[in-house]
C-alpha cells in the first residue's frame, strides 16, 4: 500500500526503486518512491487515488481493471456484486490474483448499508479474512412506518447501530469509515458534521468516508469539513458536481465546481494518506473517457501541489 | 481567442459572461472569465489548451471533432490535410462552419515544413485569408548532394530561408513561430536555442514554437528555454515523454518524466497567453483515450497553479 505512485513527478524523480503489486507488469508507472518528494513549500500529498467500486457498478469486472490498467489505476473498492461477503478463502484468494493480473489492490468494502448487527460482522468477517484495515459503512435503523419504501426519510441514523458498530470495531479491529451521503437522504449521514457529531466520543477506529460532493450538494464547504475532521477521515470519495447544491450532479473532474486544488491541498495538510476513491456517477455504461479526463485532472493537481 | 477557460477553477468561480464560439453548444465549460482570476500567490496561467494537428494525422476531420468536444478541448491546430493552402474563401469558410459546429476554433496553420519562398508565400496568403495571427514553419534548405533523402541531415536551417521568412512577416504582418524538433534532425533547429540564435536579430514576428518534449529530447530543460526565450515564444508543443533523452517516447501527460508543474508555471511567469497545443504521437489508430487523460492532467496543473 506504500508503494503506490501519488503523483507522477516525485515517482519519476524522486525514484528509490521498490514495485508496485503485480511484479514486472507496467513497464512505466510501476515503480514510485513511497514518499513523494515534497515542493518547495514543503507540501506532500501522501493520499492514493482508486476508484470506488460504484463506479464500475454495470461493468463487468474484467472489463473494469482492463480499463484501470489502460489508465493507470491501481486502486479499486471492492467491486459491487463481483464476490460476496460468505465467499471461502480460496474464492477471495483467486479474486485477489485476478486483480493483481491488472496491477489492481482493493484495500477496502463499502459503502455498505446496514440495519443488522449480522449484516455487519459478516462484512467485518469478510474484511478480516480479506486483510483489508477497514470497510466504509452506513449503519442504519428503518423509520417507523416505512420499511417498504426507499426514500428521503425511510432510514435514519441510529445509536444502536452504532453501537454494534463500535463493538465490530474492537473485536476485529478494523476501522470503519461512515459515509455522508449529502441531501438526498437528510436522516441519514447526510455530511460529515452529521457523522462528526455521532462519533466524537465513540471509539477512534470509526471515522469517516469523506464524499466531498455530498458535502457540497448539503451546502457545506469540503474544505472546512478536511480541516476539521481530517484526523478522522479514513477514506474520501472523491468527484465534482456541477453545482455547488443539491441539484449539483456527476461531471468530469476538471469540470464542475469544487475547488480541487483547495480541497488536496487541506487533505495533504492533515496528513491525510488513505485512499481518495473517484466516485465516477456519470454515463455508467460509458465512462471510460470521462475517468480517463478526471484522473488526469486530479493527477496534475496532485503534481503540482507537490511541486509548488 | 481571449475567452477560452484556461483551467476550470477560475473559469467557474470568476464567472464574467461571455461565451465561446458556437454559441449555446456547450451546456457546460461554454463560458468563461477572459483573465482567470489568480491564486493566492499572484501566478495566471494565461495560455489556452489545444490539441496540436499531428496528433489527429490518421483520424478523419469530424471524428477528430467529435472527440475534442468530448474532452471539452476548443483549440485544434489546422487539420492536417483536411484543407489546402489554396482552398478558396468559401472552402475556408466552410471549414470554420463545420469547426464551430463542434465548438472548435483554429487560430494558426503548421508546423509547416518548407524549402522555397514559393511554399512559403501560399502558407502566409492562406493564413491572411484565414485571419490567422501566426503560423508554424521549419524553413529549410537541402543539404548538397541529398536532396532524394529524407532522414538526419538531409535538411539543414538557411539563412536565404529566414531572409525569405522575414519579408513574409513584414509583408503580411503575420508572426512566424519556428518550430524545434528535437535530436532527430540536428542540423534543423533541434532546440530553442538553436532557433535563438538565428532569429535574435531578426524582426520580432519571427519567433519560437516551443517543443517541449523535443527541447529535453535533446539534453536541455524546458523550464530554462522558457525563462531565456520567453518573449519570443508564440506556440508550445505540448507534451510529455519517457527519458529525458534522444530515446524519449511519447507517453500521457501524468506518466512522463517532464516537470510540467515547473514548465507550466515558467510559461505563467513569462506571461505567455498564447496556444499550449497537445501534440499526442502515441497510438495515433487510438488515441482518444489518452488524449483524455493527458488533457485532465494539463487542466489539473493549471488549475492548481492559479489557485496556489
Redo the contacts between chains.
Keep these: 500500500m506504500q508503494k503506490e505512485q501519488v503523483?507522477?513527478?516525485m515517482s519519476?524523480?524522486a525514484f528509490v526503486g521498490g514495485s508496485l503489486i503485480g511484479g514486472g507488469a507496467f513497464a512505466?508507472?510501476g515503480c514510485a518512491s513511497p514518499v513523494p518528494s515534497a515542493g518547495p513549500c514543503g507540501r506532500r500529498v501522501r493520499f492514493k487515488l482508486g476508484i470506488a467500486r460504484y463506479t464500475f457498478w454495470k461493468v463487468e469486472l474484467e472489463k473494469a481493471l482492463a480499463l484501470m490498467k489502460?489508465?493507470?489505476c491501481h486502486y479499486l473498492g471492492l467491486k459491487e456484486g463481483s464476490i460476496k461477503y460468505d465467499a471461502s478463502d480460496a474464492e477471495i484468494a483467486s479474486y485477489k490474483a485476478k486483480l493483481a493480473k491488472y496491477g489492481v489492490e482493493t484495500l477496502s468494502a463499502g459503502p455498505e448499508y446496514y440495519k443488522s448487527a449480522e449484516q455487519a460482522r459478516a462484512l467485518f468477517a469478510f474484511a478480516k479474512r480479506w486483510g483489508m484495515k477497514y470497510v466504509s459503512v452506513v449503519p442504519y435503523a428503518v423509520c417507523p412506518g416505512r420499511e417498504d419504501k426507499w426514500g428521503p426519510g425511510n432510514r435514519e441514523e441510529s445509536e444502536a447501530m452504532l453501537d454494534v458498530l463500535e463493538s465490530l470495531v474492537r473485536e476485529y479491529d478494523i476501522k470503519a469509515a461512515i459515509h455522508n451521503h449529502g441531501p438526498d437522504i437528510p436522516t441519514l449521514y447526510p455530511t460529515a458534521e452529521a457523522i462528526g457529531a455521532r462519533i466524537q466520543n465513540r471509539d477512534r477506529r470509526i471515522g469517516i468516508c469523506f464524499d466531498m460532493g455530498h458535502q457540497q450538494r448539503a451546502g457545506l464547504d469540503p474544505v472546512a469539513a478536511v480541516r476539521k475532521y481530517g484526523d478522522r477521515i479514513y477514506e474520501v470519495h472523491l468527484k465534482n458536481i456541477?453545482r455547488p447544491d443539491s441539484e449539483g450532479k456527476a461531471?468530469?473532474?476538471?469540470?464542475?465546481?469544487l475547488?480541487?486544488?483547495?480541497i488536496?491541498?487541506a487533505l495533504a495538510d492533515v496528513g491525510f494518506d488513505g485512499l481518495a476513491l473517484i466516485e465516477y456517477e456519470r454515463d455508467y455504461d460509458n465512462n471510460?473517457?470521462?475517468l480517463?479526463?478526471?484522473?488526469?485532472?486530479?493527477?496534475?493537481?496532485?503534481?503540482?501541489?507537490n511541486?509548488?
Tied chains: 1, 2.
Design positions: 503523483g507522477n513527478v519519476r524523480r512505466l508507472g489502460e489508465i493507470d456541477t461531471i468530469q473532474g476538471p469540470r464542475g465546481v475547488d480541487i486544488p483547495a488536496f491541498t471510460a473517457m470521462g480517463a479526463e478526471s484522473l488526469g485532472y486530479y493527477r496534475g493537481v496532485i503534481d503540482a501541489l511541486r509548488l
